[in-house]
């Protein structure tokens, strides 16, 4: 068995300067004002519209980012409905192969403890036995796993005895305002602490790599002390 953290990859070329660009060539077909348009006007124009809630402007722009997460953050990824998804199968994945090592992957429960408000406070020893008590329980799983593949179990049926802390790999693919949608759901306090343990720095690098769409967001969650302001 091996622990790994959770992580993500932007998996798109993302120019924040020119997808502004191109949010305010679409918005101002609304008021045919192209002939407005300067090399220093996109910043003002999509800000106003974001301001004004005008947000069906942004949704002619995608992001793809590929999540390595538990299958329990997964399940609720998916239910982003305005959304694209391909995600690693346990139908057609033999984790038995050497391709995977032979052994299952697990994301590491410990950052998502230090995210979850009724857990971060409890003295080092408890958290200690806490995840001695997951480890065991994945070591189990892949042990039941790897001896029903070796009886002549096919994946998709092994795959019942595999726990939720399973690492998975999920690409999705939003549009902007879509994104927003999520990020004001998933990086919020009462989101899963394992989601937002990718919710919260992913947010933070959209916001730096795309100017004003990400603004109003970020600066929300950080005047509420929800995420931390990085120096």
């Not at 971060?120 to 001695?132: A, G, S």
């Not at 042990?143 to 070796?150: A, G, K, Q, S, T």
């Not at 989601?195 to 969650?221: S, T």
Request: charged share 30%; aromatic share 6%.
């Amino acid at each position: 068995m091996n622990k790994i953290k959770a992580s993500y990859v932007i998996e798109s070329e993302i120019n924040g300067v020119e997808l502004l660009k191109q949010i305010e060539k679409v918005g101002r077909t609304c008021y045919k004002s192209e002939g407005n348009i300067t090399d220093e006007s996109a910043i003002k124009f999509v800000a106003g519209l974001v301001s004004r809630g005008h947000l069906a402007m942004i949704e002619h722009n995608s992001i793809t980012v590929r999540f390595i997460c538990d299958r329990g953050v997964s399940h609720e990824i998916v239910r982003h409905r305005l959304a694209s998804f391909g995600q690693e199968s346990t139908r057609y994945c033999n984790y038995s192969n050497d391709k995977f090592s032979n052994e299952i992957n697990v994301i590491d429960i410990e950052e998502g403890i230090m995210l979850d408000t009724k857990m971060c406070n409890m003295d080092e020893d408890t958290i200690d036995l806490i995840i001695l008590e997951w480890r065991q329980a994945m070591e189990d799983s892949e042990r039941h796993y790897l001896r029903m593949i070796e009886l002549g179990a096919t994946p998709q049926i092994a795959r019942d005895v595999l726990p939720n802390s399973l690492k998975t790999e999920i690409v999705v693919t939003m549009n902007l305002r879509e994104w927003i949608h999520f990020f004001s759901l998933r990086a919020d306090k009462p989101a899963h602490p394992q989601m937002r343990e990718l919710a919260m720095p992913l947010l933070r690098e959209f916001h730096e790599l795309i100017p004003v769409i990400f603004d109003d967001l970020y600066n929300k969650l950080i005047l509420n002390n929800i995420i931390e302001k990085e120096i």
